[in-house]
Structures are given as C-alpha cells and as structure tokens.
C-alpha cells in the first residue's frame, strides 16, 4: 500500500525559509517522478513543482520560481520543497502526489497517489 | 503558461441527475487532461486520465470526452458520495495546471 506523508510544516513569517518533506513508503520511490501541488484556503488546486524520477528535470510554477526548489533523496524514498522568502499568499495546504505515466495512452501523466497534506501559515 | 478554465464553477444537484462540467484550454493541450475529484480534509483523487481514460477502480458513470481545447466530465446518475469539488488538469505543458474548479453539491 503506497503511503505518501508530508511534514515540516507551520506557521513562518513573511521573508522566512521553511523546507517540507515528504516520506514515500509502499512502492519503489527511485522510479517515479513527483509533484507538489498545494490549495490555499477557500480556493482550488494549484500545482507548484516537478522533479522527475532521477532528480534531473525540474519544474516550478512561475508563482514560485526563484523562491522555491523541488529536490529529492531516493537513498531516503523522500521528496523535499525549500521554501525560501515566503509570502502570505503561500499559505496553504501542500500535497505531495507520484507521476504515473501510461505509455499506452500516448505517454499520458496523471498525479496517481497523494498525502493527506501539510500546512504552511505565511503571517 | 496555459489557462484552465472550468464552468460552471459550483452547480446544485439532486442524487440521480446528470451532471456535466466543462473546461477549456487556452491553447491545444491535444489529449492530455485529466479530471480529480477532491473532498473537504482528503487527498485529491484522480478520476480521468487521457481525456477519457477511467482510471481503475473508478465508477463507470464517471466518463470523460474532448481533446484539443474543449473537454467534459459527465456523471451518468449522480450519488451521495459524488459531492464534491472536481478539477481538470492539464499535463501537455511542463506547468501542468489545474482549473479554478467546480464544487458539486446538494440541490
């Protein structure tokens, strides 16, 4: 059974750094790429990072880039978010979630298993 | 960046009806969108992948049809445990966005 549990998270100041963390247990962490995706209060999904399974590619959402960095430790089977500079309106509830990726739909991807989230309070 | 934009943004609706959400793409995201379901104090959960694509273990009244820019999630015959928020999710750009959302909930 695949667990996913996000941790690190709290209240910080404005201008402050935090770093999350997310456990993965269940499934062979090393093979799969993962997201961050995060939900402020009263308003819809908004994904933040991607770092493939290998730790070479990465993405990060333009409302984050240059503040925050996805990194990844497969010895660990754990994911990490470094949030540097944090403003109010990164206040949220962050989700780590694993890339599934089906070749035979065309090499479509789809956020597979999620944690249950971690809060980060920007005030 | 591509835009996700979701309509209507929250319906009322009795058990049994049939429901449909839309979401449009600002640019050709060809096949690639999928649809998560997300209730209040749990994980998100995905529905839809590939347009229409049923994810294992989903329910078959939940279906899904588009390509391109414009794509749909259909509920056949809406139960109890459908209320909730559904998202589109585009993964055709390196910033796999998700629309605004369409909270469902009971007429």
């Known amino acids: 059974q695949v667990q996913l549990v996000e941790s690190g998270g709290g209240v910080v100041q404005p201008g402050r750094s935090l770093r999350l963390s997310c456990t993965a247990s269940?499934?062979?962490?090393?093979?799969?790429?993962m997201h961050w995706v995060r939900q402020a209060p009263g308003k819809g999904l908004e994904w933040v990072a991607f770092?493939?399974?290998?730790?070479?590619?990465?993405d990060h959402a333009a409302s984050v880039a240059g503040r925050f960095i996805v990194s990844r430790d497969n010895s660990k089977n754990t994911l990490y978010l470094q949030m540097n500079s944090l403003r109010r309106e990164d206040t949220a509830v962050y989700y780590c979630?694993?890339?599934?990726?089906?070749?035979?739909?065309?090499?479509?991807?789809?956020?597979?298993?999620w944690g249950h989230g971690t809060l980060i309070i920007v005030s | 960046d591509i835009q996700m934009t979701q309509s209507p943004s929250s319906l009322s609706a009795s058990v049994g009806d049939r429901v449909t959400i839309t979401c449009r793409a600002s640019?050709?995201?060809?096949?690639?969108l999928n649809w998560y379901q997300h209730k209040p104090g749990r994980a998100p959960k995905v529905l839809i992948y590939g347009a229409f694509n049923l994810v294992r273990g989903v329910p078959s009244r939940f279906s899904g049809s588009g390509s391109g820019t414009d794509f749909t999630l259909t509920i056949s015959r809406l139960q109890t445990e459908d209320f909730a928020t559904y998202y589109c999710?585009?993964?055709?750009?390196?910033?796999?966005?998700f629309g605004g959302g369409t909270k469902v909930d009971i007429k």
């Open positions: 979630a694993t890339d599934e990726v089906v070749a035979a739909a065309e090499g479509a991807t789809y956020c597979d298993h």
């Open positions: 640019q050709n995201v060809g096949k690639y």
């Open positions: 770092i493939s399974f290998d730790g070479n590619k990465r």
């Open positions: 269940g499934l062979t962490f090393g093979a799969y790429g």
């Open positions: 999710q585009q993964t055709y750009s390196t910033s796999p966005g």
